[in-house]
């Protein structure tokens, strides 16, 4: 089971698009997934059509130790994907959690003392909020690796290196071996001589840690959240789901140690 968060501390660079659509093209890939919402907006639990009603437990109780990790845990209607969901709650966390011991393990703690392996996940994906607060500190110390959307304009590569430093702090500190997943360029535009400057730039400057696949900008990926599904199963042959397609094989080739678990169904 390897856990990847998936963080910018910029919003709007596609961070929940991105954990939908890579679960969901991992799943299609016959994988099992769980995705674990981190943001109090519940963006990422919205995206798979999982309603309020049904967030009775939220990553918000097993932060504060209420419930175990599989115990939150709710099936999607994406076959082969859970989720353990998120709500407004959750905004409070960095008040309510202030004075508790050893703080910025809370989650890693939770997913280490209960029977998630025995659900045989093969990934963990946590979608984390845009900033670099307690819950995305409790993410990159849970994690095994960070993947990071990087929106493909201007201010982009600047923005990544306050991240790229809480990483290393996060390494020295609490988490000597998480490591970048890599960077994966999104909102991408080729027909826009700035877009393709700041992915000069990124390879340049970042190397093979940028992945091959660019995400493009593309109108079926902002239309699929208001149906409740990923961009997948919204438009399966639109550039932006093919693109997710192609990532999620970029991403296995990269992991290609895990072995896949087959459909059961």
Request: glycine share 6%; with cysteine; charged share 20%.
């Amino acid at each position: 089971m390897k856990i990847v968060a998936i963080a910018n501390q910029k919003g709007g660079v596609a961070k929940t698009t991105t954990a939908i659509n890579l679960a969901a093209s991992l799943a299609e890939a016959g994988h099992r997934v769980l995705v674990i919402d981190m943001d109090p907006q519940g963006n990422a639990s919205t995206g798979f059509g999982v309603g309020l009603d049904q967030r009775q437990l939220t990553v918000y109780d097993l932060l504060l130790g209420d419930v175990s990790a599989e115990a939150a845990v709710v099936e999607t209607e994406t076959e082969r994907v859970w989720l353990i969901p998120a709500t407004t709650e959750l905004s409070s966390s960095d008040v309510q959690l202030f004075n508790v011991n050893k703080r910025s393990f809370l989650l890693k703690d939770s997913l280490a003392a209960t029977g998630l392996k025995a659900q045989r996940f093969d990934f963990v994906l946590i979608d984390c909020p845009p900033s670099l607060n307690l819950l995305t500190v409790n993410a990159l110390v849970a994690a095994d690796s960070v993947l990071i959307p990087l929106q493909s304009e201007f201010f982009a590569l600047e923005g990544l290196s306050q991240l790229m430093l809480t990483i290393r702090e996060i390494r020295q500190t609490a988490n000597p071996a998480l490591r970048v997943e890599g960077i994966l360029l999104t909102m991408h535009d080729q027909r826009n001589n700035l877009a393709q400057q700041v992915e000069s730039d990124a390879r340049d400057t970042l190397g093979d840690l940028v992945y091959q696949t660019v995400i493009p900008r593309n109108v079926r990926l902002s239309e699929a959240p208001s149906y409740a599904m990923p961009a997948i199963s919204y438009d399966s042959t639109s550039k932006g789901a093919m693109a997710y397609r192609a990532f999620a094989q970029e991403f296995l080739k990269n992991n290609n140690n895990l072995q896949k678990v087959e459909a059961d169904g």
